[in-house]
């Protein structure tokens, strides 16, 4: 049963502390994936996908079922809303704070058709914060990342890709 | 043909593209040359895989008779899948994976570009989603084929022969049948003559800066629009569908 009283703020709240199974600092609000919810004679909680084969996707849609049963809350749709496209542009502020101290470069913003296509501008280490870093492979442990490697700390370091 | 009828043969052959192609990209997984390459043909496939899942769905509920996403890959057979040829061709070597990878994500970017303006919303969607991902991988490829083209004289001349045997394949990506008609005018889809004008251009300049030469165009293969497939496509899906066909609803 849904409580009558139930708002559409209180439902966020509960899934303020969802995380992502991939990147588990992270949790689904920083990283800009809950679209909206409503109550109606069920919950309705609207995500979108990052990418399109994220294998993440279903975890994230179990989760967030999950932490809403937790609370009592039985009857639980969700809605995977596709347009516009996720883009990381809307990880928020603390979500890019989380990364950095995750050792993760948070992706550079304004992710444009160009960077697409032509590369990323200069990526900070996010230890040491030195620009003077290269590239160490376009590809990473997950589809969203890339491994760079810091010339100034040779620490090596993923970036958060800009899509 | 009516639209309803034309929309639906237009996704569901999306998505067989999308399918095909990652099936063949999958069968690579774990047999790539280096490390970043297994990284990069692994979330490409992967890319390709949810591509096709959104076209799958989509198909499903258009056609109304409750078939699911699985149903579309895995239960229908050979003359069902409606996929160009250029992309259920085998692997080949390297260059020639980057070859075809090339030759159709620059069609594909710029079939996905002209969806996402088209008058069906879902698919809009499902194309702007796609087209960023698809950028990446053009990228990377490109940059694969300049490497491959410009670098030592056996990369060169396998990689030219590459680009020759796969040209033949081209013609049907833009070779419009009723279905591509039909999608066009109803629901202001791509325009299959423009795409070739640009795809041409584009696969030029990366073909000179990779120091390859243009094949001329001469005859050229189809069929796989129409379901007629190349010999090779039966085994394929063989190997792709054998658990569902011999373990009907199998899941885990």
């Known amino acids: 049963m849904v409580a009558i009283a139930l708002s559409p703020e209180q439902v966020l709240e509960w899934l303020s502390d969802v995380a992502d199974p991939e990147i588990p600092v992270l949790t689904i609000a920083d990283l800009g994936i809950i679209r909206g919810v409503r109550v109606e004679d069920e919950v309705i909680v609207e995500l979108t996908p990052t990418y399109s084969g994220c294998p993440a996707t279903e975890v994230i849609e179990k989760s967030v079922v999950d932490a809403l049963y937790k609370q009592g809350i039985e009857n639980v749709r969700i809605e995977r809303v596709l347009s516009p496209a996720w883009t990381t542009d809307w990880i928020s502020e603390e979500g890019r704070k989380k990364l950095r101290e995750y050792g993760i470069a948070p992706p550079a913003e304004g992710g444009s058709k160009r960077e697409l296509l032509h590369g990323s501008r200069s990526i900070a280490c996010p230890r040491c914060d030195s620009t003077d870093t290269s590239v160490v492979s376009e590809f990473g442990s997950t589809a969203c990342k890339a491994s760079y490697k810091c010339n100034s700390c040779l620490e090596p370091f993923e970036y958060f890709k800009c899509i | ?252």
């Open chain 2, 1 to 252: 043909m009516n639209q309803d009828k034309a929309l639906l043969a237009y996704v569901t052959r999306l998505g067989d593209n999308a399918l095909v192609l990652s099936q063949r990209m999958v069968e690579l997984v774990a047999a790539m040359p280096e490390l970043e390459e297994e990284l990069a043909n692994a979330n490409f496939a992967l890319d390709y895989i949810g591509q096709a899942r959104m076209f799958y769905s989509y198909a499903g509920e258009l056609e109304g008779k409750g078939r699911s996403e699985d149903d579309f890959a895995f239960l229908r057979d050979e003359n069902e899948f409606r996929n160009v040829l250029l992309l259920e061709l085998p692997n080949g070597h390297f260059g020639d994976l980057v070859a075809r990878l090339v030759l159709f994500d620059v069609f594909y970017l710029a079939q996905l570009e002209a969806l996402a303006d088209c008058t069906d919303e879902r698919v809009r969607e499902i194309a702007a989603r796609a087209e960023k991902e698809i950028r990446y991988h053009l990228r990377h490829n490109t940059q694969w084929l300049v490497r491959l083209g410009d670098g030592t004289a056996e990369s060169h001349e396998r990689t030219q022969d590459s680009i020759k045997a796969l040209w033949t394949y081209t013609g049907e990506l833009f070779a419009p049948d009723e279905i591509d008609n039909v999608f066009e005018a109803e629901f202001d889809g791509p325009d299959l003559h423009t795409i070739y004008q640009r795809w041409k251009e584009q696969v030029g300049a990366i073909l000179a800066e990779a120091t390859l030469d243009l094949p001329e165009d001469g005859h050229m293969q189809s069929g796989g629009k129409a379901g007629r497939h190349t010999e090779h496509f039966g085994y394929m899906i063989a190997e792709m569908q054998y658990l569902q066909r011999t373990h009907p609803g199998a899941s885990w």
